[in-house]
């Protein structure tokens, strides 16, 4: 049986066509426009911030979105966000995905592994091998699912309270 098809184009866009469903349509890129700016904020701020992190101010400015190693990216289905994760480049092997977060009216739906396979491929093009998420306890069976495994991967950082570190070497 034919799987899904991952190619990679010109200008760092990658997408994901799944076989059974030509109809869909999925990119993974960097943020461009002020408009993806605030859907990538805005999905953020709902399935994250709100649903998992009540105590927490989202901060749209942190240093973080544009430190020079990090980098925005939002999932695309027919030009519409509908998820983000920032991608990290931790050093010359290891990339962390940051706040990996679906629209929440479109989760459970395949858009999250749509989301980590071409984020995956997206940290290969960066040159890097190993990839690192800090999972909400919610999500962790999410990971296991997509192939991460709990571990002590490296980070620029100890793990946050509260999250679980996971990882894939791809
Ligand atoms: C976690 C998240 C990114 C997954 O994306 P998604 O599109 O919902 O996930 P998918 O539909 O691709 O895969 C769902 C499958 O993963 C597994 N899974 C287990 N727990 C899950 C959970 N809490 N959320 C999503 N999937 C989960 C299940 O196998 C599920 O399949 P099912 O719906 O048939 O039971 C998304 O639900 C989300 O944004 N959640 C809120 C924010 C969040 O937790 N972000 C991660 C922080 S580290």
Redesign the pocket.
């Known amino acids: 049986m034919m799987g899904p098809t991952v190619s990679a184009c010109t200008l760092g866009v990658l997408h994901w066509q799944p076989m059974t469903d030509a109809r869909e349509h999925y990119a993974l890129r960097p943020v461009r426009s002020p408009q993806e700016w605030r859907a990538y904020h805005a999905i953020r701020r709902a ?2 911030f709100a ?2 992190l009540p105590g927490q101010t989202y901060d749209d400015r942190h240093p973080d979105e544009h430190a020079p190693d990090n980098r925005p990216h939002v999932l695309l289905r027919d030009g519409e966000v509908v ?1 983000t994760v920032r991608i990290d480049l931790i050093d010359a092997t290891q990339a962390g995905l940051r ?4 629209r ?1 009216d ?11 396979e071409l984020a995956e491929q997206a940290v290969r093009g960066f040159g890097r091998t190993d990839v690192i ?4 306890p ?6 296991l ?2 192939g991460y495994a709990e571990g002590d991967w490296p980070d620029k950082g100890p793990v946050p309270p509260t ?1 679980i570190r996971v990882g894939k070497r791809l």
């Not at 998420?133 to 909400?136: E, G, L, R, T």
């Not at 919610?138 to 990971?143: E, G, M, Q, V």
């Open positions: 399935a994250i649903a998992l998820g706040l990996i977060g679906i929440p479109l989760q459970r739906q395949g858009l999250g592994a749509v989301l980590l998420i800090n999972a909400h919610t999500s962790l069976a999410f990971y699912a997509n999250l």
